[in-house]
């Protein structure tokens, strides 16, 4: 009993040593004249004896356990699970935090390339004044010609450009064209060449996520008929990254105006080292799902019942 407590006391004291006085474990191993392999495992075995004890206060409300099962489920670098108490609030503490997590994966020097959704627009509004030095913000898909939402792209754009002090390359075209060989001639136009090239070369990129519902963006602006949206459900069709859509695993599927879009494909998307997706509620599950089994995200900014639901599906949202 007298030696457990003499073993409980010195690792105690180890812990003292590191946690509040800073010493290094090079230090605290001359101390007690033992290696510091040896300090390693006296410290992770003080965690694991209760004696020490971390409180991590996040100025987030967030569901941390089931996060972090979902991010090692499909290796992300991050996620975010934002608790919401009321369901018309989830896009707007979604949209909130990431605002804030777009800020912290940040540094000075770095290419941010945008999309736009109705998520990131509030996002735009949310984000605290935070320049950073050297920074760029690139939008990565052209605008809407036809909204009848209340935000417009090119405006929250101009918000996440100006609130992070950066310098901006607007994408002066619109998301989809009337044919391919108007759209080829678009995109090679210097100017518009030019940004979708800042585009790909960003280091992060922050997207939005659609779906292949009612609530459509292409078929609430008329890019898609009631007859092709129902082919496209038929075909498995769960959402859309960039005005491409997807099935359940990910993989593309070809619509009517896919060779016609003015912004980068999933596979350029795929090459940016960090993709951040913000998206929240019941009706972004499945496309949340096929996002993450293409393997198009880096970080993923939802709430907590989606992560939950996701971790609930077991099997079918293992990786592809």
Known sequence: MADDVQRRMRLAQMAELYYLER??????????????????RRLREAQQLGIVEFRIHHPLPVDSEPARELQARFGL?????????????VKGDVARAGAHHVVSVLEPGHTLAVAWSSTLALLAQ???????????????????????????????FVQIGTQLGARMHPLHAPTVLRSRHARDALVDD????????????ADVAICGIGTAGDDSTFFRMGYLSRDELD???AQGVVGDILGRFIDAHGRVVPWSYGDMLVSLDLGELKRIPQ????????????????????????????DADTVRTLLHIGDQVAGP
Not at 136 to 144: I, N, P
Not at 190 to 201: E, Q
Not at 282 to 302: D, E, N, Q, W
């Open 23 to 40: 010493q290094t474990q090079s230090e605290i191993a001359d101390r007690f004249g033992v290696s510091t392999m040896q300090v390693s």
């Open 77 to 89: 670098q991050s996620v975010l699970a934002v608790r919401t108490s009321r369901p018309e609030q």
């Open 126 to 156: 949310e984000l605290p004044y935070r320049p950073f030095e050297n920074l760029t913000v690139v939008q990565m898909l052209g605008a809407l010609s036809l909204s009848a939402d209340r935000y417009n792209p090119y405006d929250a």
């Open 190 to 201: 210097p100017a518009v060449k030019t940004v979708l090239d800042l585009a790909r070369a």
């Open 231 to 233: 082919a496209l459900r």
């Open 275 to 302: 993709v951040i997706a913000v998206a929240a509620g019941p009706s972004k599950i499945r496309p949340i799902l096929g996002a993450l089994r293409g393997g198009y995200l880096s970080h993923l900014v939802t």
